[in-house]
């Protein structure tokens, strides 16, 4: 069993930026990336169709005999991993935005936080939101329309630019000196952030996070592929335009086309 791939999902090409902090921490295991691009946005859908199109992910990486799945999105953690738990018997690594570490360190006592519509409107985000948020100013922003131009590769572009000045303003009004960064498809983000931010805000992801939650559950469940060979990384995206995602991975790995 533990030589069994890792299932990796996300409505799109985002949840790359996990799956790049997986292999740096746990370099021997196999994995298998499942792009639902054809469905993202998943930010602007409902709760119910969330939970189907995660249902339809995890069946998909089951069938390929997966031995731990990690919801690589925000938006399907926070609104759809516990029916999953519920569901089926595998581990599941989910991703929420890391507010608690932002919280913690915040000098200036506000923070912001940019993410989907559907993670910040999760009954879960508020939980942890209610945990953390006491005597902190938290300036919440619905990231609207960043999906799918990551999803069609105008990250370093005046479109995008245009998009998170607006977006970043009332944060910056606000003094925040953290930005939580509540999808993985910002990741990709960070340079044009960067240039967006004064020098002093720090911008908080949780990928690093989620692939040390993984290697510490496939530990307890003596998962751990220990064997030396050459593991195998599959891609898979259900568009034709496999591009994108390709020049997210580099060429040293294939991203196919599959129909699901
Ligand atoms: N990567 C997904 C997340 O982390 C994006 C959600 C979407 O498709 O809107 O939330």
Known sequence: MSKQPIGIFDSGVGG?????????????????????SKN?????KTKNEIIELSIKNTEYLLQKGCKIIVVACNTA???????LREKYDVPFIGIEPAIKPAALQTQTKAIGILATKGTLSSALFHETLDLY???????????????????TGMLNTTTMRSLLKPYLKP??????????LG?????YLIPQLLDLLPK?????????????????????YSLLNNDIKKPTNAFYINIKNTEVMQSLLG?????EYLNF
């Open 16 to 36: 790359t930026s996990i799956w790049k902090e997986i292999r740096t921490l746990l370099p021997n295991e196999n994995t298998i990336y499942l792009a639902d």
């Open 40 to 44: 993202a946005p998943y930010g602007a």
């Open 77 to 83: 953690t926070t609104n759809a991993i516990s029916i």
């Open 133 to 151: 948020s006491n005597g902190i100013k938290i300036i919440e922003q619905v990231g609207e329309g960043i999906v799918p131009l990551v999803e």
């Open 171 to 180: 944060m910056l009004e606000a003094n925040i000196d953290y930005l939580v």
């Open 183 to 187: 999808c993985t498809h910002y990741p």
């Open 200 to 220: 002093h805000v720090k911008i908080i992801d949780s990928g690093a996070a989620v692939a040390k939650q993984t290697k510490t559950i496939l530990k307890q």
């Open 251 to 255: 060429n040293r790995f294939k991203v």
